[in-house]
């Protein structure tokens, strides 16, 4: 099977829908037994990111691990929210491969980025897409340099926001192939946010804001969680990106 049109053919026949586009991919990067091993690992439902080592975000090619939650494109609207404000200094708390946290780097040149994320491996593949940057292995807060408090202009979040009782319903590359930490978001899927929110005014300055990634279902409880913490929020949403982000304003009166 070296031809694009039967490897075509037998990813179209596993459900991928993609199926031409990311046969040429697979051909660009492999050749011979390494080729067939590659499509019948992709047919097996490992993500076709996670196979050639990369996902692309915002023009970026973003190292990708096994294991490793793949960015979607729905969390560049996170950036662009992000992008918006003009921040000098970001966290990226649970930033998995250090996708929104390159992508800020890269557009907006100079900027003091601290990123977070509590999995070992995504914090290997965050210190190898985030330049400039600092990256560490944390429960969210618990790593970052205290300096820190009251000096950040933006937090971003793309925490896990899965209900718990949901994973299970979820296409199998997410379910069998990322990590359970990078999905499960408890319950009602909103424990992470409630635990980012609760801590993030003391890191942020007077002005700041925090935004986190959410679901269309999910975004008013996401919201009742930032105004009960002292922000005003707001939800910002992109059809074109199928992206919901909360942005939530530190209050000051």
């Not at 992000?82 to 800020?104: E, I, N, Q, W, Y």
Request: aromatic share 4%; hydrophobic share 40%.
């Amino acid at each position: 099977m070296d031809s694009h049109q039967a490897i075509t053919r037998t990813l179209r026949a596993a459900g991928c829908v993609y199926a031409e586009d990311e046969a040429a991919l697979l051909l660009q990067a492999f050749t011979g037994d390494r080729l067939l091993e590659m499509v019948s690992r992709r047919v097996e439902g490992t993500p076709l990111e996670q196979i050639l080592g990369w996902a692309e975000f915002r023009g970026l090619r973003i190292v990708v691990e096994p294991g490793v939650f793949v960015p979607r494109r729905r969390t560049e609207l996170l950036v662009e929210e992000a992008l918006a404000l003009r921040p000098t200094t970001v966290v990226d708390m649970c930033c998995g491969s250090g996708a929104v946290g390159a992508a800020l780097e890269h557009e907006l040149g100079h900027l003091d980025l601290h990123a977070t994320d509590i999995d070992p491996v995504a914090v290997r593949c965050a210190r190898r897409n985030i330049g400039a940057g600092h990256v560490y292995q944390s429960d969210l807060y618990s790593a970052l340099p205290q300096h820190l408090r009251g000096y950040v202009d933006v937090i971003v979040a793309n925490a896990p926001y899965v209900p718990t009782d949901a994973i299970a319903s979820m296409p199998a590359e997410a379910r069998d192939h990322e990590p359970r930490v990078a999905l499960d978001g408890g319950l009602d899927g909103l424990d992470w946010h409630r635990r980012i929110a609760d801590d993030a005014r003391q890191w942020l300055t007077d002005r700041g804001h925090l935004l986190i990634e959410t679901s269309v279902g999910q975004a008013k409880g996401t919201v009742q969680i930032m105004r009960g913490a002292g922000f005003d929020a707001r939800i910002a949403h992109s059809d074109e990106l199928d992206g919901t982000v909360v942005v939530g304003e530190v209050r000051t009166a």
